[in-house]
């Protein structure tokens, strides 16, 4: 497993931009698939974003044209950028290595997970 801890979340005011960071440990995002996901309280954990070892990337449609993920190797960062934040984008943001499954939106294929940073945005 990889010990990752996330920070950026905050209050912004619908349309505002955001950039949350996750860092891991022991050099080890190199070689792993990232992602991101959100959870709102009462609701299953919502896949947000993930790249691959080289950098391919899939959004979920809700984020699309919004949202960038990226990832920096060498200094075992990985970063999700939000832009044009909408109300509905308020949730608890996880940053996620992937470990084992055939479904790579599914939460039950990643391990690893931080502790979250909270988003809210207001209308």
């Known amino acids: 497993q990889v010990r990752l801890t996330e920070f950026g979340g905050g209050l912004v005011q619908a349309g505002g931009s955001l950039r949350l960071s996750c860092i891991g440990s022991g050099r080890t995002f190199a070689g792993k698939i990232m992602a991101w996901f959100r959870q709102t309280p009462g609701k299953e954990r919502e896949f947000v974003a993930r790249i691959t070892q080289t950098a391919n990337t899939v959004y979920a449609e809700s984020v699309k044209g919004r949202f960038t993920i990226s990832r920096d190797d060498s200094r075992d960062m990985l970063y999700l950028q939000m832009n044009n934040l909408k109300p509905d984008d308020t949730a608890f943001y996880y940053c996620?290595?992937?470990?084992?499954?055939?479904?790579?939106?599914?939460?039950?294929?990643?391990?690893?997970w931080g502790q979250g940073t909270q988003v809210t945005v207001s209308s």
């Open positions: 996620a290595s992937f470990y084992f499954g055939d479904n790579l939106d599914q939460p039950a294929s990643y391990d690893s």
